[in-house]
């Protein structure tokens, strides 16, 4: 007697009766959308470096209300002391009073115009750290819509230049025409940006050849600390003027204090690891005198403020060009001296 077989048996179906349904993975869909937002470590300490310093307001911290206060109270008193010059010349004659008067308004007159010049630099500065941040967004997020707005913006910070015509015409003529937004930023990278890179890499080379030379033959140390920092500030004045950027008394501190945070998160003060090593991995130190020496490393770290400088100042980060280095603006502080 055989048992009964009750094993399924085939049979036919068609495939487009079948629905299969399947759940995405909720940690890949995290991590895809997460991706756009994804920024280059390298970026990500430039932005860290603008909001601390041309991004910061100036209240919020207790410095900023020390000099605030300081500077309050100093404008009181000099404010009592004009008014007791002028009662003091209207006193012994009326028209030396009047001529004093005429004076205090004209000083007056002249400290407004510095003041809105020096809120229109700080605004000028802001609006350029800030689309640097909102291109290198646009960028990372491949956003058509948000690239053509930055690309448009920066082509007119620069519509008063007139060797930025070429450029901006081209890209004038593309904004409608790239699709994609990543394109687009890197075009106007490569044809906005390239020649105004080069115009700050001839800067920084300068100055560090002026400091290496000068701090090699200075016969004092004071001098040599004093003339190098006056060297930087006015590198990353000039960099930021090239950039777009018009910094007067108060952005240039706010200028130095995003070059110092960005020195001090990319270790580029780092004297005794990585600018020490270069001159020695080039047989420099042990040929060269200690004084040539001490101006070989002042040009380099010179170099290194005028690339911070440069990063901080440029209003688009680099991503289709690659950021200049030390040997790439100053080689010859790298250049052996041969003896016959």
Same mark, same amino acid.
Request: charged share 25%.
């Given at each position: #007697?055989? #048992?009964p077989?009750?094993?399924?048996?085939? @049979?036919a179906?068609?495939?487009?009766?079948?629905?299969?349904?399947?759940?995405?993975? +909720?940690?890949?869909?995290?991590?895809?959308? $997460?991706?756009?937002?994804?920024?280059?470590?390298?970026?990500? +300490?430039i932005?860290?470096?603008?909001?601390?310093?041309?991004?910061?307001? !100036?209240?919020?911290?207790?410095?900023?209300?020390?000099?605030?206060?300081?500077?309050?109270?100093?404008?009181?008193?000099?404010?009592?002391?004009?008014?007791?010059?002028?009662?003091?010349?209207?006193?012994?004659? !009326?028209?030396?009073?009047?001529?004093?008067?005429?004076?205090?308004?004209?000083?007056?007159?002249?400290?407004?115009?510095?003041?809105?010049?020096?809120? !229109?630099?700080?605004?000028?500065?802001t609006?350029?750290?800030?689309?640097? /941040? $909102?291109?290198?967004?646009a960028?990372?997020a491949d956003?058509?819509?948000?690239?053509?707005?930055?690309?448009?913006?920066?082509?007119?910070?620069?519509?008063?230049?007139?060797? !930025?015509a070429?450029?901006?015409?081209?890209?004038?003529?593309?904004?409608?025409?790239?699709?994609?937004?990543?394109?687009?930023?890197? /075009?106007?990278?490569?044809?906005?940006?390239?020649?105004?890179?080069?115009?700050?890499? @001839?800067?920084?080379?300068? +100055?560090?050849?002026?400091?290496?030379?000068?701090?090699?033959?200075? =016969?004092?140390?004071?001098?040599?600390?004093?003339?190098v920092?006056?060297?930087?500030?006015?590198?990353?004045? @000039?960099?930021?003027? /090239?950039?777009g950027?018009?910094?007067?008394?108060?952005?240039?501190?706010?200028?130095?204090?995003?070059?110092?945070?960005?020195?001090?998160?990319?270790?580029? #003060?780092?004297?005794?690891?990585?600018?020490?090593?270069?001159?020695?991995?080039?047989? /420099?130190?042990?040929?060269?005198?200690?004084?040539?020496?001490?101006?070989?490393?002042?040009?380099?770290?010179?170099?290194?403020?005028?690339?911070?400088?440069?990063?901080?100042?440029?209003? #688009?980060?680099?991503?289709?060009?690659?950021? =200049?280095?030390?040997?790439?603006?100053?080689?010859?502080?790298?250049?052996?001296?041969?003896?016959?």
């Amino acid at each position: #007697m055989s #048992m009964p077989d009750n094993r399924p048996r085939p @049979r036919a179906f068609r495939l487009d009766d079948v629905v299969i349904e399947s759940q995405p993975d +909720a940690f890949l869909v995290e991590a895809d959308a $997460a991706l756009p937002a994804v920024i280059d470590p390298d970026e990500g +300490a430039i932005e860290a470096a603008q909001k601390r310093g041309l991004l910061r307001r !100036t209240l919020i911290s207790w410095g900023g209300l020390f000099w605030s206060a300081a500077g309050a109270l100093a404008a009181l008193a000099l404010g009592l002391w004009f008014d007791r010059l002028i009662r003091d010349l209207f006193d012994r004659s !009326t028209t030396l009073g009047t001529i004093g008067l005429v004076l205090a308004g004209l000083a007056l007159v002249a400290l407004l115009v510095l003041l809105a010049r020096e809120l !229109t630099a700080i605004y000028r500065q802001t609006h350029i750290a800030r689309l640097h /941040i $909102a291109l290198a967004e646009a960028r990372a997020a491949d956003d058509r819509e948000a690239a053509r707005t930055r690309v448009a913006e920066l082509a007119a910070l620069y519509a008063h230049r007139p060797e !930025t015509a070429t450029p901006r015409a081209l890209l004038k003529g593309l904004v409608n025409e790239i699709v994609d937004g990543r394109d687009l930023i890197d /075009i106007a990278e490569r044809n906005l940006m390239v020649p105004l890179d080069e115009e700050a890499r @001839r800067e920084i080379a300068t +100055a560090a050849k002026r400091v290496s030379v000068v701090t090699a033959i200075s =016969p004092r140390a004071l001098l040599d600390v004093l003339f190098v920092v006056a060297q930087a500030m006015r590198l990353m004045r @000039r960099i930021a003027e /090239i950039y777009g950027g018009r910094p007067g008394f108060l952005g240039a501190i706010k200028l130095a204090r995003s070059v110092a945070s960005h020195l001090a998160i990319t270790g580029g #003060m780092a004297v005794g690891d990585s600018l020490v090593q270069q001159v020695l991995g080039h047989g /420099i130190a042990a040929k060269l005198s200690a004084r040539l020496g001490e101006g070989v490393l002042n040009g380099l770290l010179t170099a290194r403020v005028g690339l911070s400088a440069m990063a901080v100042c440029r209003p #688009m980060p680099f991503a289709a060009e690659r950021a =200049p280095g030390v040997r790439d603006v100053a080689p010859f502080l790298f250049s052996e001296k041969k003896k016959d």
